[in-house]
């Protein structure tokens, strides 16, 4: 007969400190990353920022010093006043109930999810009215990879900025014996003894192809292109959660020209975002904000984004939970990826950058939440990107 197992007694770490909301966002996302070792935890931001997790003893120090770290990555308060350029948040908009309110949605692994008929029509809907605005801002459509190369990852500084998003992959070596083991294999491990690491990771981001293509090219005029494709950005601890997938679809539109330009580029896409989430009517908000930077650079890396006023996102309010989720973000990179990828403007001028992204999954559950998936419900701005009402 097993011995029983025990569970360790639980710890308790606590601060005496109330962080603002995007700094308890940031608290709890780096949570599973001080956890890990943890049988089971609990957060709690009442009148005291508390911690009650389960550690064996040989890591509790361990984990006490991470949660502290944790905490001062928290508290990086943006240098200005998150700027505000339309709210509709309080909005009395009545959701979809029962069933209807939930898209058909099937868990076929960690972070990944198959999705019915209805959402996929949804989708095809707010795909095309995101096209027509790239359209409508001079934008020809591109076709990329799912898979990004090492090298272009590097470049763009990706790992050194958001590590916790990326997949890396592998393959059997390239060597016959290695291919009869690991089909013979009989257990993971005995498999992953015959994987070599590949020089490509799982798309983060689709801009990224974009701007690999442009390599050290030297533009007569800007450019703009939009794609569309599958992206996987990995963040411990969210893999159940309906917008947070690992693998999920998205579209974006990229501007490389000059820096009056692109700003220009910027300015008018904020325009024509918030004009298009006035017409659908549904409780939102648009401001600045800050990426999820997670390292021990986020300070500097947060106060350089919030100081330039680079990135605003479109935040819709959830049907039912009333969370606040990023659907879309209008980011201005000013000379980063132009200096990455040695990309110039007809001047000989390093060449600056923007680009709009649109979270298909995302979008998928605001709307769906609040408009089911019958076009019949949707607004005229949906239900025209549907000639044959299918």
Request: aromatic share 8%; charged share 25%; with cysteine.
């Amino acid at each position: 007969m097993s011995a029983p197992i025990v569970t360790p007694a639980p710890r308790v770490w606590q601060a005496d400190v109330r962080l603002t909301p995007d700094g308890r966002r940031c608290f709890d996302d780096l949570l599973p990353y001080c956890l890990d070792e943890a049988w089971s935890w609990e957060c709690d931001h009442g009148d005291q920022l508390t911690v009650v997790y389960h550690v064996d003893d040989s890591v509790a120090e361990k984990i006490g010093q991470r949660l502290t770290e944790a905490l001062e990555r928290a508290r990086v308060v943006p240098d200005r006043q998150a700027r505000i350029v339309y709210d509709s948040w309080s909005a009395d908009v009545a959701p979809v109930t029962g069933a209807e309110g939930r898209p058909v949605r099937f868990a076929v692994g960690p972070g990944l999810a198959v999705h019915g008929p209805g959402p996929a029509r949804l989708v095809r809907a707010l795909d095309g009215l995101f096209l027509r605005l790239a359209r409508g801002w001079g934008a020809d459509e591109y076709l990329v990879p799912h898979l990004v190369a090492w090298e272009t990852i590097e470049r763009a500084g990706y790992a050194r900025t958001f590590p916790q998003h990326l997949t890396t992959c592998a393959v059997v070596a390239s060597d016959l014996p290695a291919l009869d083991r690991f089909a013979r294999a009989r257990t993971a491990a005995e498999r992953r003894a015959e994987l070599r690491e590949a020089p490509v990771a799982v798309a983060p981001t689709v801009c990224l192809h974009l701007f690999a293509a442009l390599s050290g090219t030297r533009l007569t005029e800007p450019l703009i292109a939009t794609a569309r494709q599958s992206c996987g950005r990995h963040e411990a601890g969210t893999t159940d959660e309906a917008t947070r997938l690992w693998s999920f679809d998205m579209r974006e539109v990229i501007y490389v020209g000059d820096r009056a330009g692109a700003r220009r580029f910027r300015d008018r896409a904020l325009t024509d975002l918030t004009e298009m989430v006035r017409e659908l009517g549904l409780p939102a908000r648009i401001g600045s904000a800050n990426d999820p930077f997670f390292t021990d650079s986020r300070a500097d890396l947060a106060s350089y984004q919030s100081t330039w006023d680079l990135k605003q996102e479109v935040c819709g309010r959830m049907a039912g939970s009333g969370a606040a989720v990023a659907v879309s973000s209008v980011n201005l990179h000013q000379q980063h990826f132009g200096q990455g990828f040695a990309m110039t403007e007809a001047t000989g001028a390093t060449a600056s950058s923007a680009c709009v992204g649109f979270g298909m999954d995302r979008w998928l559950h605001w709307i769906h939440g609040y408009l089911g998936d019958d076009p019949q419900r949707w607004p005229a701005i949906l239900r025209r990107e549907l000639p044959d009402g299918r």
